[in-house]
């Protein structure tokens, strides 16, 4: 039981990307996903949540970042446009797996989730 992250890399400052995150073993459909971001030297915070069809996205991504899921192939997407060089982080995946749906309030904590991917490193060069 899993969460395998990839899809980050190195790109000039308004370009895109698109991090992925896979499920092995299970299927995720009910659970809500999050992306979950660290700078270095700063703490790991919120990106974006989705419980749901419904999503959620901190202010400084609103309008650049999606946040989405292939239920058929138990992954989860996080569609970056317009990158800053600020956006440069760790990406961090994150599964809920227990049973109970978490409000809304609480898909931008990271006690709302219980599985995490390994993280991929998003660069952007000014």
């Known amino acids: 039981v899993q969460l395998q992250a990839s899809g980050g890399g190195l790109v000039q400052a308004g370009g895109s990307l698109r991090p992925s995150c896979a499920a092995s073993?299970?299927?995720?459909?009910?659970?809500?996903m999050g992306w979950f971001r660290q700078a270095p030297g700063k703490e790991r915070d919120f990106v974006a949540g989705i419980r749901w069809n419904n999503s959620k996205y901190t202010d400084s991504v609103k309008g650049r970042f999606t946040i989405s899921k292939d239920n058929a192939k138990n992954t989860v997407y996080l569609q970056m446009n317009a990158l800053k060089p600020e956006d440069t982080a760790v990406y961090y995946c994150?599964?809920?797996?227990?049973?109970?749906?978490?409000?809304?309030?609480?898909?931008?904590?990271?006690?709302?989730?219980?599985?995490w991917g390994q993280g991929t490193q998003v660069t952007v060069s000014s």
């Open positions: 073993g299970r299927t995720f459909s009910r659970n809500t």
């Open positions: 994150a599964e809920r797996t227990r049973e109970t749906m978490p409000i809304w309030s609480e898909l931008s904590e990271e006690r709302s989730y219980d599985l």
